[in-house]
């Protein structure tokens, strides 16, 4: 299940930002931001998207790069989410 | 007269050398920190040995390492070539290459720091890599890469070049805006006069350094003593918030987007911003709706709405607060020292209420742009700077914009040339030929149209093209919709009708 979710998240940031279906440009622990991936506006559109194609609210307090500067911390970020919900 | 750069980070840390000039992630600077790092860079750049004037690349994000790399190159007699960290190596090793820099100083960690040092080596530019450290030990390793001989600075002239700042140009002809010494003193000392800045001052900067809106925030902040708290970006708008809080700032300066990313999902009413005396905003006009969110969330903090572009070192006008209600929608009179006219096509200066072309004459006027006397003769001309902006004064002098008379497109504050894009996508295989165009975009004002006609019996898909854009431009310059026609709009003459591609 959450590999299907870790993809879902791998494949709306490979499509959106690096324009390719190729996995291997985008490493799972990459950081977002630090890689030049997304900016800041790009970091709105992935909320955007964990919000409206995943199904999760994301609160004030929880944008922080913990929680969105990687496929693995927006995948365990929504993972647990849904398990609280 | 103002005072020089140099002189004035001198004066500051003389002044209060433990005042806090830098805060970055978990380190900060104190003006003697940095006065000593810039000397010590200084001194490395002197022993090369360097001549007067020559162009030294920056690559690095804001950081305090950034700031004392930039004195330094002033300090030891050179000129810096301060580096967009978004765009891709091939651009920078063009414009290093333009420049004639001799050598580069690049953050070891950006992701174009491998390509780029090829690139430089082919074309014998010099790279110089530094660690940006960002915790306690930052200093000691920034002297662990610099030495620790700190050398006296260099005196410039006035009318010397001091930094070279490219702005959108075209593949072939990149545009780099020279500015002085004295166009930097001139414009950070009205600056500092009318933000009244002053040593107390904690100013948050979320604009990147190598844009002239974010080095005016620095040298002013330098200038009066004052402290300049970096964030790396807004990408966390309630970090930037909170951070606004925790470091009691008293500034804040940001183009119309960065005020959207805060404004869209934080209410700033939920954080204690009672510090905040000012907010200045430039690099387009901010919507009516978003000025009045701001002023009704933070009534405390005096909203300055400003006007400028790089060819004037940063800023022409600014509109003072308290007329905010009353000239809504105006960019204020000239700042100290600048004149400010609207002209017909002929060069006549029109009457209230007329558009025309603005000009601006003033001590932050560039030099010029560097090597390209015909570019420079476009716009200096007559002793005045022509913007290329369209305006016009009402009864009382106050300027308004009202578009712009040559071909850019602005996605958030950048100005992207239309032909720089369209050069990137031609040169992919399967384009016959292609226009750009610039579309509204709620977030960033505008953003990027491609229409692409594809070569017979080419293959081409829109991921496709966007790789390609990625792989050569800066990610702000990628287009954000991409169209295939069977042809282009044209004018009988043949000239592509851009506005009719959006």
Known sequence: MTDDLREQVRAFILENYLFTSDPDALGLDDSLLGRGIVDS????????????????????????PDNLDSVNKITNFVASKRQAA | MSTLLLEALSNSAARDPGACAIVWRNTKWSYA?????AARVSNVLAMRPMQAGARIGLLMRNSPQYVACFYGVLGAGGATVALNSQER?????????????????VDRDHVEFEPLRQLANEHGIEVLPVTLGDDQHSQAQFASEFGDTEREWISAAREDLAMIIYTSGTTGRPKGVMISHGNLAANTAAIVAYLGLHPADRGLCVLPFHFSYGNSMLHTHLAAGATLIIEDNVAFPQMVLRRMQDEAVTGFSGVPSTFALLLGRCRLQDYDLSSVRYLTQAGGAMPRPMIERLRSQLPGARLFVMYGQTEATARLTYLDPELLERKLGSVGKPLAGVEIKVCD????????????EIRARGPNIML?????PEATQQVLRDGWLHTGDLGHKDEEGFLYIDGRA???IKVGAFRVSPQEVEEAISALPGVEEVAVTAIPDELLGHAIKAVIVPRAGGRLNILQ?????REHLATYKVPKVIEFASSLPRTSSGKIQRFRLA
């Open chain 1, 41 to 64: 506006t790009g970091m709105l559109e992935i909320i955007f998207f964990i919000e409206e194609q995943l199904g999760v609210k994301v609160k004030d307090e929880e944008m922080i």
């Open chain 2, 33 to 37: 920190d940095l006065a000593c790092a």
């Open chain 2, 89 to 105: 190596a091939s651009v920078l090793a063009r414009q290093l290459q333009h420049s004639g820099a001799e050598l580069v100083i």
């Open chain 2, 345 to 356: 096509t002929s060069g006549y200066e029109l009457p209230p209420g007329h558009t025309g």
């Open chain 2, 368 to 372: 010029g742009y560097w090597r390209d």
């Open chain 2, 406 to 408: 040559v071909e850019m």
């Open chain 2, 465 to 469: 093209v966007k790789a390609h854009c």
